[in-house]
């Protein structure tokens, strides 16, 4: 019996600069097509102001188009609630031919003309940072779909039925009606560790960028205020970068009528926030402007970009480059700890990416320095005191040290 060939799907929805109608006598697809692809942009359009946002909820949003399209040949409408298990048993275990080895952009420009990029695929495995740097490569057959991204298949489909069905497209949203989720999504007792710096890394990561900084002022200047800023103020990397919706300037750092310093941000739902500033924070902010030939501190009307380009004008747009001068850091500090004598410590700094340096600022203001948790929620954007709470390891260390003396065997009476 000849084994079924699956169509290699064609990516369908550019990014939200680019968001548009498509050419459908470009395409072979299924006559329900031109009206399923026009709801799913009327529905992604909601997003189109939250770029994180619109990346995820187009991501499970098309993925589910091209199951249903040239999987199923169905259309959106039609989707049942088996369809959805059917669909999520699919997301478990895709077809090779449906999955990639890294994240590409949907669509490229030939000739001024956006077109399809033949190499994307709906799925992509990966493997970890210390993985790659060993040597190792990703294999389609290691794919796995994480927790996370099984609920965000669940959490986004709902989102876009719940719209389907107040746009009288649908009468029912199947993904409300499958009981059994617990069947997908695994229930821990307690939420998984938060992936954070060793008070050892933390310290040899701070010592190392300031040897950078001083024997590179030029370049690592500003890799010692991004680290600082990273840490002190709980700072995620996109809300370092300029983009459309928020450019992140000097002036942004800010002095209230009681003389408490403060700094403006956007961060993710497009909310705006200000983050305490500590002394520490406004040292390091006096040393880095002092190094780009400024005033110590900012005026309210300085709209100097907070990490200008190196090249051209303008704020610094791409987190890549923020994020390869804090790895250049990363990999200062593990070669220090390794030829030091903590190989251990060295090896799981291998996995560390640069958020870990938020979650170590939140981790150690709530455990070591006994900040109330009401205040690192406000000042680090979390929706609800629930999420900081899983930054707290108190109960955790007290659980353990009530159980570190355990016998095997009770002493006799």
């Keep these: 019996m000849s084994k079924i060939t699956l169509p290699i799907p064609t990516p369908l929805i550019d990014t939200c600069q680019h968001l548009k109608e498509k050419d459908w006598t470009k395409y072979i697809a299924p006559s329900f097509a031109p009206y399923d692809l026009g709801l799913c942009l009327d529905y992604l359009k909601q997003y189109e102001n939250n770029n994180t946002t619109f990346e995820s909820y187009r991501r499970e949003v098309e993925r589910l188009i091209q199951w249903a399209w040239l999987i199923e040949q169905k259309s959106l409408l039609d989707l049942k609630r088996q369809d959805i298990e059917n669909y999520v048993q699919f997301c478990l275990d895709p077809p090779k031919s449906w999955i990639g080895f890294k994240k590409i952009s949907r669509f490229i420009t030939c000739n001024d003309e956006r077109i399809p990029n033949p190499e994307w695929r709906p799925f992509v495995v990966t493997i970890s940072k210390s993985s790659h740097k060993n040597g190792l490569k990703p294999e389609k057959q290691n794919y796995q779909l994480s927790q996370k991204a099984i609920r965000e298949i669940f959490t986004i489909l709902t989102s876009f039925y719940n719209y389907l069905a107040l746009e009288e497209k649908v009468s029912l949203n199947p993904i409300a009606l499958i009981k059994q989720k617990s ?151 593990i070669d220090h700890l390794r030829n030091t004598g903590f190989a251990e410590e060295a090896d799981s700094l291998e996995s560390a990416t640069v958020h870990w340096l938020r979650h170590t600022g939140i981790s150690d203001d709530i455990n070591i320095r006994g900040r109330p948790v009401a205040h690192v929620r406000d000042d680090a954007g979390h929706s609800s005191s629930a999420t900081t709470d899983r930054y707290n390891d108190i109960d955790l260390i007290e659980r353990h040290h009530s159980a570190k003396n355990k016998k095997l065997i009770s002493k006799e009476r």
Excluded at 241 to 264: I, V, Y
């Design 183 to 333: 069947k997908y999504i695994q229930k821990y007792q307690h939420q998984a560790q938060v992936m954070r710096l060793s008070e050892k890394q933390w310290q040899t990561c701070l010592a190392t960028v300031k040897e950078m900084a001083d024997s590179m002022p030029g370049k690592h200047e500003r890799t010692l205020f991004i680290i600082s800023a990273l840490y002190l103020l709980y700072l995620r990397v996109s809300e370092l970068c300029a983009s459309e919706r928020w450019t992140p300037e000097m002036r942004h750092f800010f002095k209230d009528s009681q003389g408490f310093w403060w700094f403006k941000t956007v961060g993710k739902g497009n909310k705006m926030r200000d983050i305490a500033v500590s002394d520490d924070m406004l040292s390091a902010l006096q040393r880095y402007r002092t190094s780009m030939q400024l005033t110590p501190l900012p005026s309210i009307n300085d709209q100097t970009p907070l990490l200008p380009k190196e090249k051209g004008n303008g704020g610094i747009t791409s987190s890549r480059h923020i994020r390869s001068l804090i790895q250049e850091c990363f990999d200062k500090t």
